[in-house]
């Protein structure tokens, strides 16, 4: 079966602009999450979303936001971009958290390379 | 609240030895717990998770983990080094509540020949 898609791998941006990243689920997976790696934070939750409804947020300031649309893809955007943004963005599936971790766990994206100029 | 603490951030082992990677968490459920590989410039991949059946768990590429509730464990092993498996190496807890992964800081294996 298809992974889980991210678009796109790499960005360039310069401080001040907005970014929008996409994420495309594994076909049946309901469950989305996001996770920023930097070397100086590692791996930071952003937030997840299930059946369009964002369950939870990370301690993120408002400047990070998503969104998941009714066939599960879901996007998330950064505005006003800070140089401390430049960060791997991570994608994860999975059938639904409670329900779906002992079939299939969370599968990940290969990522979105931001850099921020 | 849950959390995980790697206790290695760098290991270095001989191809063909066995590796060890430690790790302890902290949950106020049943945790869920897995052990995720990242090779550079790529994404996480999924070695092995735990989710309260068995406590010793086996996953992918040799690699295998005991869940030690006692001594709230969750370390990695793998018999014979590979230099294959040099990569960085996340444990994860999660729990069904609040439908987040919380990660460690990553354990860095290097492979020596």
């Known amino acids: 079966k298809a992974g889980v898609t991210q678009t796109p791998r790499y960005l360039i941006k310069t401080r001040g602009q907005q970014v929008t990243l996409s994420c495309s689920p594994i076909?049946?997976?309901?469950?989305v999450s996001w996770y920023q790696q930097t070397p100086g934070q590692g791996l930071q939750f952003l937030f997840e979303y299930f059946s369009e409804t964002q369950r939870n947020k990370g301690n993120f300031p408002g400047r990070f936001s998503g969104r998941q649309f009714s066939n599960s893809r879901s996007e998330m955007n950064v505005s006003t971009l800070e140089l401390g943004d430049s960060a791997l963005y991570l994608c994860a599936s999975s059938l639904a958290p409670g329900q779906g971790i002992e079939v299939d766990g969370y599968t990940f994206g290969s990522g979105t390379r931001l850099t921020v100029v | 609240a849950q959390s995980v603490t790697q206790l290695d951030s760098h290991v270095s082992v001989s191809e063909g030895t066995p590796v060890l990677l430690r790790c302890n968490y902290s949950?106020?459920?049943?945790?869920?717990l897995f052990w995720y590989v990242q090779h550079p410039n790529k994404g996480l991949q999924l070695l092995l998770k735990?989710?309260?059946?068995?406590?010793l768990v086996k996953g992918i590429n040799g690699f295998e983990a005991e869940f030690k509730k006692s001594e709230t464990s969750f370390h990695l092993t793998k018999p014979s080094a590979h230099m294959s498996d040099a990569a960085e190496y996340f444990c994860?807890?999660?729990?069904?509540?609040?439908?987040?992964?919380?990660f460690g800081a990553g354990t860095t294996v290097t492979v020596r020949a």
């Open positions: 994860v807890v999660s729990d069904q509540n609040d439908y987040k992964l919380s």
């Open positions: 735990y989710t309260s059946a068995a406590t």
């Open positions: 949950s106020s459920y049943s945790p869920s």
């Open positions: 076909s049946g997976h309901r469950s």
